[in-house]
């Protein structure tokens, strides 16, 4: 995908314009003597406004509650940590 590239002076001398186009979304590639020194992209939109884009879309629905921390339904109680026991396994199994 090609970014539109823009001097430095160039850049100066016409912001609002450059500014115009990253609002509609595209990614600006600033250059010093030709030669990539900077980005200028678009902000991204917050979760709550693209979670609010998939409910208004028909893509998932939501009540616009967070959701309540849940306490891990298995403990381990061995002095081994889970971690050592998934790495065990994968040794099992690229041995076999």
Known sequence: ????????RELKTHLSK???HVKAGETLVITEY?????????KRSSLEDRSQALV???????NGTKLAPKEPQVVNRSDKLLSDIVVEER???TLS
Not at 1 to 8: A, D, F, K, R, T
Not at 34 to 42: D, F, Q, T
């Open 1 to 8: 995908m090609h970014e539109p590239q823009v001097g430095i």
């Open 18 to 20: 450059y500014l115009r």
């Open 34 to 42: 030709g030669k990539p020194i900077g980005r200028i992209v678009p």
């Open 56 to 62: 208004d879309a028909g893509l998932a629905r939501w």
């Open 91 to 93: 040794e099992i199994d």
